[in-house]
T-cell receptor, first 113, second 109 residues
Framework: IAGITQAPTSQILAAGRRMTLRCTQD?????MYWYRQDLGLGLRLIHY???????GKGEVPDGYSVSRANTDDFPLTLASAVPSQTSVYFC????????????FGPGTRLTVL | GQNIDQPTEMTATEGAIVQINCTYQ??????LFWYQQHAGEAPTFLSY??LDGLEEKGRFSSFLSRSKGYSYLLLKELQMKDSASYLC??????????WGAGTKLIIKP
């Protein structure tokens, strides 16, 4: 299957719990991204990775961490979830982090109670 | 600050033409993207403009004026399947996309 997969599709989580959202791409893209999408707001970048072994902070990184051990996988971890992290999370990838088109995964709908 | 402005919602009739406007302010500029997002789905790429002018791609065209910080997406021969949100995003000098909140387009028969 060509593209980006995310897991889980949706999740309800108790506040204070730890959660990892998974993202895998098979396009051998160098750059990967995590966004959150909230009603009435544009997509906001949480973290990104230019290439395997490197990561960077986006616009709203607090409360989230990422790792990029290999080209294909880019998990996003919420160490201790809070209700304000209720959102739809999209993983995306592009060949390079410059002007290349970003391709999005199907998203994870996360509710923190 | 960086900002992308686009209308919240527009309504158009099947078979007609609609223009969705976007104004942007970014720190530096590396291009303007348009994405389509159907409800409950992921955004999908529509167009990219970095030079002034019109780029045509089938029923969809996108225009950019760098001096005015302005872009529009033109959709012709509207079909019911075009009902979706259209997201405008400007790329800044750090190659980060700054996203608008999206324009929800409602197509009526």
């Amino acid at each position: 299957i060509a593209g980006i997969t995310q897991a889980p599709t949706s999740q309800i989580l108790a506040a204070g719990r730890r959660m990892t959202l998974r993202c895998t791409q098979d396009m051998r893209h160098n750059a990967m991204y995590w966004y959150r999408q909230d009603l009435g707001l544009g997509l906001r970048l949480i973290h990104y990775s230019n290439t395997a072994g490197t990561t960077g902070k986006g616009e709203v990184p607090d409360g989230y961490s990422v790792s990029r051990a290999n080209t294909d996988d880019f998990p996003l971890t919420l160490a201790s979830a809070v209700p304000s992290q209720t959102s739809v999370y999209f993983c995306a990838s592009s060949e390079q982090r410059d002007t290349d088109t970003q391709y999005f995964g199907p998203g994870t709908r996360l509710t923190v109670l | 600050g960086q900002n992308i402005d686009q209308p919240t919602e527009m309504t158009a009739t099947e078979g007609a033409i609609v223009q969705i406007n976007c104004t942007y302010q970014t720190s530096g500029f590396n291009g303007l993207f348009w994405y389509q997002q159907h409800a409950g789905e992921a955004p999908t790429f529509l167009s990219y403009n970095v030079l002034d002018g019109l780029e045509e791609k089938g029923r969809f065209s996108s225009f950019l004026s760098r001096s005015k910080g302005y872009s529009y997406l033109l959709l012709k021969e509207l079909q019911m399947k075009d009902s979706a949100s259209y997201l405008c995003a400007g790329m800044d000098s750090n190659y980060q996309l700054i996203w608008g909140a999206g324009t929800k387009l409602i197509i009526k028969p």
